[in-house]
């Protein structure tokens, strides 16, 4: 049974820093790419940041210099490095495997508020 469990999310003041992960478990075969989304109260989810098994990113232009996506295959590990944040980056986020299928985890709560 495949899991994505994320962890990282709190309360930190504007212009701080969090960082996400999100821990892969079980057998995914064909995986593509790994991201974040989130989804702030009365919006829809939006694309955070990606990361394709050939190294490649993408990040949506409000966090493009501040957030940073990386993985540690050893550990089956996605991480989300969110620094110099914004009250506008209050959401929930939410860990992404795109392989013959989406995979998603529960998500954790960011909450940025002086």
């Known amino acids: 049974q495949v899991q994505l469990v994320e962890s990282g999310g709190g309360l930190v003041q504007p212009g701080g820093s969090l960082r996400l992960s999100c821990v892969v478990s079980?057998?995914?075969?064909?995986?593509?790419?790994m991201g974040w989304h989130r989804q702030a109260p009365g919006k829809q989810r939006e694309l955070v940041a990606t990361?394709?098994?050939?190294?490649?990113?993408n990040y949506a232009d409000s966090v493009k210099g501040r957030f940073t996506i990386s993985r540690d295959n050893a550990k089956n590990t996605v991480y989300l490095q969110m620094d110099s944040l914004k009250p506008e980056d209050t959401a929930v986020y939410y860990c992404?495997?795109?392989?013959?299928?989406?995979?998603w985890g529960q998500g954790t709560q960011v909450t940025v508020s002086s």
């Open positions: 079980g057998s995914i075969f064909s995986i593509y790419a």
């Open positions: 992404n495997v795109k392989a013959q299928r989406d995979y």
């Open positions: 990361l394709t098994t050939g190294g490649g990113t």
